[in-house]
Structures are given as structure tokens and as C-alpha cells.
């Protein structure tokens, strides 16, 4: 092999290397936008609670997403829930719920928000879109 033919693979070979650690590096230090900062609009569902899939929402603080919502349960002895949407509004993360400090957290870039979707933290500076719930029964019914 000619030195000038080993100079170009190495260089090929050298940049494919380089690539691959610049999107590793972009991908842990700043996570992307994984979805449209957009709220879901004319909702209208329903959550059967008795459904295994929806057990997280018999226990205080446990969520589960539904239809690009993030639904909680506040208390299990009052039946209280809180519907948000569950992209971040800063760059469409989505947002979880940190029950034993009783507010939603953005994994991305650290934003934070109430129970009801208000800004407690940016770099979001506009609050989730919250919706409406209602209990009867097992069904929890969530809707604008
Ligand atoms: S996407 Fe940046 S804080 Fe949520």
C-alpha cells in the first residue's frame, strides 16, 4: 500500500471515529427535543384504574402517560389527580413526576412545575397545559 493510499484510509476511518464521539457527546450533554412543545388539544378520554396498566395511579404520586398526557395521583384517599401534558414546554422533553418533592421535573434541562403545571423552574418559562379529571368509579375520565 502506497503511504499516501494509508494517509487517506486512516483519515476516512480517523473522521468516522471523531463523528461518533461528537453525536455521543451531543446526545448525553444535551439531550434532544423528543417531541413538539405542543399541547394534546380536545381531549377526551378515559383511564380504567382497575386496569393493571393504570396500577401506578392507586398509589399517592404515581403517574402514567396516556395520550400525550402525564396523569398523577395526588392523594389515593381523596381521589385527587392533576393532568398535564407532558411535553416539557421548553423543548418537548418529557417531564415526570418527583412525588417526595411534589412537583413535575423536566430530565433535560432541570425546569420545573407545580401540581397544576405552573413554572416553578426554568429554562421553561410557560406552564403545561393541565386538563380537567373526574372519578366515577374505576374510570378516570380526563378531558379539557
Ligand atoms: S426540554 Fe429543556 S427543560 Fe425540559
Do not use: W
Not at 395520550?67 to 407532558?86: F, M
Not at 412545575?113 to 380537567?132: D, E, H, I, R, W
Request: neutral net charge; glycine residues 10%.
Amino acid at each position: 500500500m502506497e503511504r499516501n493510499e494509508f494517509l487517506k484510509l486512516l483519515g476516512t476511518a480517523g473522521l468516522a471515529v471523531c463523528a461518533g464521539c461528537a453525536l455521543e457527546s451531543c446526545s448525553s450533554s444535551d439531550p434532544a427535543p423528543s417531541g413538539s412543545t405542543k399541547p394534546p388539544t380536545g381531549v377526551d378520554f378515559t383511564l380504567d384504574l382497575s386496569s393493571p396498566s393504570n396500577a401506578a395511579l392507586l398509589t399517592d404520586g404515581g403517574f402514567v402517560y396516556s395520550n400525550g398526557i402525564i396523569i398523577v395521583c395526588l392523594n389515593s384517599v381523596t381521589s385527587t389527580y392533576t393532568a398535564v401534558s407532558q411535553a416539557c414546554t421548553h423543548q418537548g422533553n418529557t417531564i415526570a413526576y418527583q412525588a417526595a418533592q411534589s412537583k413535575f421535573v423536566c430530565p433535560a434541562h432541570g425546569s420545573q412545575f407545580s401540581p397544576a403545571g405552573v413554572v416553578l423552574q426554568g429554562p421553561a418559562t410557560t406552564s403545561l397545559k393541565a386538563y380537567n379529571t373526574s372519578l366515577t368509579g374505576t374510570m378516570l375520565r380526563v378531558f379539557s
